[in-house]
């Protein structure tokens, strides 16, 4: 079992910045793919980013290309999400997730998920 954690969410005027942390504890000597979703009020959860075991291997989805980054300290059990240039429509509450093995764009092949954290961007 792995528990996640999300912190670093808030609100932000757009054209800011904000980094997201995800604490991971628990069973974390596997090697899990990690990533970013992203669900708003009555939208489906969207897939934002992830980044395999190793961090050489990043997926993004188009939306956030250019000003989202991901990364991870595995002596820390922790992946980060580096969001630059925000806009409002990148509101919503961005959790965290993890999968053994590959990197994967789908919400239903991840296992353990965080809370969330709130992200808000205003005009």
């Known amino acids: 079992q792995v528990q996640l954690v999300e912190f670093g969410g808030g609100l932000v005027q757009a054209g800011g910045s904000l980094r997201l942390s995800c604490k991971a504890t628990?069973?974390?000597?596997?090697?899990?793919?990690m990533a970013w979703f992203r669900q708003a009020p009555g939208k489906e959860r969207e897939f934002v980013a992830a980044?395999?075991?190793?961090?050489?291997?990043?997926n993004y989805t188009d939306s956030v290309k250019g000003r989202f980054t991901i990364s991870r300290d595995n002596g820390k059990n922790t992946v980060y999400l580096q969001m630059n240039t925000l806009k409002p429509e990148d509101t919503a509450v961005y959790l965290c997730?993890?999968?053994?093995?590959?990197?994967?764009?789908?919400?239903?092949?991840?296992?353990?998920w965080g809370q969330g954290t709130q992200v808000t961007v205003s005009s």
């Open positions: 980044i395999s075991w190793s961090g050489r291997a990043t």
């Open positions: 997730a993890a999968k053994r093995n590959f990197i994967a764009t789908m919400a239903s092949l991840y296992n353990y």
């Open positions: 628990g069973r974390t000597s596997d090697s899990y793919a």
